[in-house]
T-cell receptor, first 109, second 115 residues
Framework: AQRVTQPEKLLSVFKGAPVELKCNYS??????LFWYVQYSRQRLQLLLR??SRESIKGFTADLNKGETSFHLKKPFAQEEDSAMYYC???????????FGTGTRLTIIP | EPEVTQTPSHQVTQMGQEVILRCVPI?????FYWYRQILGQKVEFLVS????????KSEIFDDQFSVERPDGSNFTLKIRSTKLEDSAMYFC?????????????FGEGSWLTVV
């Protein structure tokens, strides 16, 4: 079974402060992890995935297999980062994405 | 940039009625999906569709649900006899080559209210 846990439903951070959105997963095989973002009144869109090892909009995430985590980080929050963030997992041999419950990030000016 | 489009954006239907939600995936994509999100809950996988057949489905996707690609562009989700608990946002999505290693592109969603 695949499971994704995002422990924080809501997170408020001051502009310019560091951001960390937590994501833990449960999966017996080799997972592929993603972060999706949904800005106000917009569609879900891919922010980044672990296999790309890229930084998008200043966000990074490292897959830690020992801790089964894929936390999303940004050193300096910006107001436009306010959105709903979903962590998601894809398992081997299946087509589905398993989502976490999401974290609503609010950046305080 | 190409987008997945969905219609209707919002539909209200009476319990027991049939509903068809429509989607136009991105044109060169081969994998199609439906997800749903009940208010306040997580986004849940319903079904994936590839090569004109269902490739995977969840426990939620029971006999009341069906999907179809009636022509070269549309991808539909039919709920045969709606129940109150079917009220949710339904997202269509598509990708070029499946979930692993590829980006899945989502539509804006169709909000279904069953009364």
């Amino acid at each position: 079974a695949q499971r994704v846990t995002q422990p924080e439903k809501l997170l408020s951070v001051f502009k310019g402060a560091p951001v960390e959105l937590k994501c833990n997963y449960s999966y017996s095989g080799s997972p592929e992890l993603f972060w999706y973002v949904q800005y106000s009144r917009q569609r879900l869109q891919l922010l980044l995935r672990h296999i790309s090892r890229e930084s998008i909009k200043g966000f990074t995430a490292d897959l830690n297999k020992g801790e089964t985590s894929f936390h999303l980080k940004k050193p300096f929050a910006q107001e436009e980062d306010s959105a709903m963030y979903y962590c998601a997992l894809s398992g081997v041999g299946n087509e589905k994405l398993t989502f976490g419950t999401g974290t609503r990030l609010t950046i305080i000016p | 940039e190409p987008e997945v489009t969905q219609t209707p954006s919002h539909q209200v239907t009476q319990m027991g009625q049939e509903v068809i939600l429509r989607c136009v995936p991105i044109s060169n994509h081969l994998y199609f999906y439906w997800y749903r999100q009940i208010l306040g809950q997580k986004v849940e996988f319903l079904v994936s569709f590839y090569n004109n057949e269902i490739s995977e489905k969840s426990e939620i996707f029971d006999d009341q649900f069906s999907v179809e690609r009636p022509d070269g562009s549309n991808f539909t989700l039919k709920i045969r006899s709606t129940k109150l608990e079917d009220s949710a946002m339904y997202f269509c999505a598509s990708s070029q080559q499946g979930a692993r290693g590829n980006t899945i592109y989502f539509g804006e969603g169709s909000w279904l209210t069953v009364v």
